[in-house]
């Protein structure tokens, strides 16, 4: 391939389609294109004024993305490739646009979906699958994140209702939620509970002033002597296992989404490269521009590939959460890797939201952290080896 006609797609260098579905490649071609026409134009200013597009929320219902990889109650019921893809290329656009369709999905619908009770199902999924209604899921406390047993809210008995209170921090669609799943200790343990929007007693803080996710919405919830009837209980979860597999539904999707944040990252630089002339020639044409852009491919391909293999062990339900702990670990380091070294191809004006390598290295910034931190998924990994738990 000649300077001049550089690659479009970095992955197309391991043809990563091949390995695709027909329908896989559909989906994400569909979910591609709906973002280029909705999303792409918009997301610097939304990404400059802290806006979350939340009129969008109805479209990603319509788009089939919202719940996609659960059954029935109006989801789409895809496979798991499927849903990381779409995933894919929602980060390729903004983090933000991937996180709200990762809580809306994955840890709202999916608490229910997995815990809920059947009365509970009829009444929230179908309207979480449109966009009618949008969830939010509170498991970190502002001195609780990867500790979560240690957490403070706590609900108690009162006759036939509970009395919840506490707080949550760093909550993902929580100022415009209208059902929030929250985790609290109890007699019995950890359960969880349905919290509509408009309870008494039941209130949220949007947090201001981010250096990253800013077209996304991140509250605080607070909950003071909230009386909720038994009915909002999620009837089959107790213990920590009823949040956890939330978040390992969740991380499934951060290790898709952190290809395509590396993606469209790198493929800004190739474009830019080529069109920069210094010296009288591209700089794609010098040697230090090809090792960093060749460098940054082979670890795209490579997490990409991950993502994938990740997603087959998972559609035959054969994935362990240590291995969704690799997958989250490698595929977000390389992914803000990667945004961090396209901005340096970019030069200064990788700093302008014209270019969309700082804007996901920023972004990124908060993915490296939330669904576990690297540190946790390192020692998650490292009892994997060693039989030894060290965070404990």
Known sequence: MSSAQPMKDPLDLIDLSFVLSDEEREIQATVAKFLADRVRPHIGEWFENAHFARELAPELGKLGVLGMHLDGYGCAGTNAVSYGLACLELEAADSGFRSFVSVQGSLSMFSIWKWGSE???????PR???????????????????NPSGMRTRA??????????????????????????????????????????????????DIKQKMSLRASI??????????????ARLPHAQGLRGPLSCLNEARFGILFGAV?????????ALEYADSRVQFDKPISAFQLTQKKLADMTVSLGGAALLAVHLGRLKDQHRIRPEQISVGKLNNVREAIAIARECRTILGANGISLEYSPLRHANNLESVLTYEGTSEMHTLVVGQALTGHAAYR
Request: glycine share 14%; charged share 20%.
């Open 128 to 146: 979480l699958a449109a966009g009618e209604a949008i969830g939010c899921f509170g498991l970190t406390e502002p001195d609780f994140g990867s």
């Open 260 to 268: 395509g944040a590396a993606r469209d990252s790198l493929q800004a």
């Open 156 to 205: 108690v008995r009162d006759g036939g209702d509970w009395i919840l209170n506490g707080s949550k921090m760093w909550i993902t669609n929580g100022g415009i939620a209208d059902v929030a799943t929250v985790w609290a200790q109890t007699e019995d343990g950890v359960r969880g509970f349905l919290v509509p929007r408009g309870t008494p007693g039941f209130t949220t803080q």
């Open 218 to 231: 991140t509250s605080e919830l607070y909950f003071d002597d909230v009386r909720l009837p038994d009915a």
């Open 119 to 125: 009365e509970q199902k009829q009444e929230w999924l």
